[in-house]
């Protein structure tokens, strides 16, 4: 993932007058960003520790931003034949759950590639451009972006408090 640089007050240092395309994905790759940070330089146990009374892990919040890239910008921007978007309950909560294959670095690699192809394929799009969602009805690139902004955004928040709970480190940093 290409390193953002961060200013500690003000987040993402983008162009802050620059177009609405250019801060919407420089926000989301700010907290894709950060997000890593929460996970690397922690052990595989570590990161899959359960701190609160959830399933809700490091770990986990990485595996499930990783299908929720790959559900909104692969699934629904750009589906291979027969792929449809999940939409059940149990799907969601499956992309939390870890198997003894998911490791820190086999994570956050899955984590970094889904991402480069989610920027590939959103780059191809106006963000006007609309598809159907399942259950949403019609949606725009805009609004996905907004939409992935804000999820990961909230589960960046999580792993920061799993993060000080693990080893005390805190902030975007």
């Known amino acids: 993932m290409a390193e953002i640089a961060i200013d500690p007050t003000l987040g993402p240092v983008i162009n802050r007058a620059a177009d609405e395309r250019a801060v919407l994905e420089s926000f989301l790759d700010f907290h894709r960003a950060v997000l890593l940070r929460k996970l690397r330089g922690l052990s595989d146990a570590d990161a899959a520790r359960r701190l609160v009374p959830s399933a809700t892990t490091i770990a986990g ?86 939409h992935l902004v804000e999820e990961t955004a909230r589960h960046v928040g999580h792993a920061d408090i799993l993060r000080e709970l693990t080893d005390g480190t805190t902030g975007a940093l």
Request: some cysteine; glycine content about 4%.
């Open 61 to 146: 919040l990485v595996k499930h931003l990783t299908v929720v890239e790959r559900n909104w910008f692969h699934i629904l921007l750009d589906p291979a034949p027969g792929e449809a978007f999940p939409t059940t309950e149990e799907a969601a909560l499956a992309s939390f759950t870890l198997t003894g294959e998911d490791t820190v670095d086999s994570l956050a690699v899955g984590y970094e590639r889904v991402c480069a192809r989610s920027r590939e394929v959103s780059a191809r799009f106006d963000l006007d451009h609309v598809v159907p969602h399942p259950q949403l009805g019609e949606v725009s690139l805009r609004w996905i972006l907004v």
